[in-house]
């Protein structure tokens, strides 16, 4: 058995927390992430039977049945990960009848899964629909984009088309658009489920008044999906008070999707 102290899967969390953190993105316990292991990844560094805790789930969680997961705990401040892995993160397995998850290593100080899991497996059940290879759910309060969702239209055609506008790349980095939710309580099912309906054709959620939710085949792709919107919320934010003498208009955005040869969301540019 491999030390799993120095499993890539824990270094990956442990910097990305670290890196999060550092950007102001996760305030206090603010932020939590999942990630779905390779099964022969998850069995080099720990022992496939043996359980620590059994904790139920009241939706079903079936589609994952089987599948492994690190864990952001929660409660926890990502400042804290890097430095004690072990009680600020965990390795989980969804039982079979997907009504409940086997804690495998991990969350050492009697700890557990970031109250968000269930919007965080019901995104992964969705895009593992749309994606096979998807892996990462991230979520995350970044500044920008929280302010933005006080003073900006929630309508997710209008929210896109301001952020799209706002930096040459975001067409090309989000071009399915983002999906925005109304505020809601956090940390039970509802939020999951209307989550799960948006992220199956958007990658990105935003959480109005809250923050926002990044998906990935990889770690860097969920990251840098998060980065981009908060980066272009930025723009917004740092603009929002001065005359606007120019921007990107609908037809430059179509010459960008047409350059890189990507599909804009359907009906969003007027051209
Ligand atoms: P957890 O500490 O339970 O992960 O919650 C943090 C958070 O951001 C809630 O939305
Ligand atoms: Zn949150």
């Given at each position: 058995?491999?030390?799993?102290?120095?499993?890539?899967?824990?270094?990956?969390?442990?910097?990305?927390?670290?890196?999060?953190?550092?950007?102001?993105?996760?305030?206090?316990?603010?932020?939590n992430i999942s990630y779905l292991l390779d099964p022969a990844m998850a069995e080099a560094y720990l022992d496939p039977k043996t359980v620590l805790r059994t904790l139920p789930l009241d939706f079903d969680a079936s589609p994952l049945a089987g599948r492994y997961l690190i864990v952001t705990a929660t409660g926890k401040y990502f400042k804290n990960v890097a430095g004690c892995p072990q009680n600020n993160m965990g390795v989980i397995r969804i039982r079979p009848d997907g009504k409940a998850y086997d804690i495998l290593w991990g969350f050492a100080d009697g700890s557990r899964p970031t109250s968000e899991?269930?919007?965080?497996?019901?995104?992964?059940?969705?895009?593992?629909?749309?994606?096979?290879?998807?892996?990462?759910?991230?979520?995350?309060?970044?500044?920008?984009?929280?302010?933005?969702?006080?003073?900006?239209?929630?309508?997710?055609?209008?929210?896109?088309?301001?952020?799209?506008?706002?930096?040459?790349?975001?067409?090309?980095?989000?071009?399915?658009?983002?999906?925005?939710l109304p505020w809601m309580v956090c940390g039970?099912?509802?939020?999951?489920?209307?989550?799960?309906?948006?992220?199956?054709?958007?990658?990105?959620?935003?959480?109005a008044a809250h923050g926002i939710f990044g998906t990935g085949e990889t770690m860097d792709e969920a990251f840098g999906l998060i980065e981009t919107v908060e980066k272009a919320a930025q723009v917004f934010m740092t603009i929002g008070q001065m005359p606007i003498r120019q921007s990107i208009t609908d037809p430059q955005l179509a010459d960008l999707c047409h350059a890189f040869k990507i599909q804009p969301r359907a009906g969003y540019l007027n051209v």
């Open positions: 058995m491999n030390n799993i102290f120095e499993a890539p899967f824990v270094k990956e969390m442990c910097d990305t927390t670290a890196n999060m953190y550092r950007l102001g993105w996760d305030e206090r316990n603010g932020g899991l269930p919007t965080h497996l019901m995104n992964h059940i969705a895009r593992l629909k749309a994606d096979p290879e998807h892996r990462v759910v991230m979520h995350c309060h970044p500044l920008n984009i929280l302010a933005m969702t006080y003073v900006h239209d929630l309508d997710e055609k209008a929210f896109t088309k301001t952020l799209w506008r706002m930096s040459t790349e975001c067409i090309v980095v989000f071009p399915e658009g983002v999906g925005v039970n099912d509802a939020i999951g489920e209307a989550t799960a309906k948006k992220i199956k054709d958007h990658r990105v959620v935003l959480w």
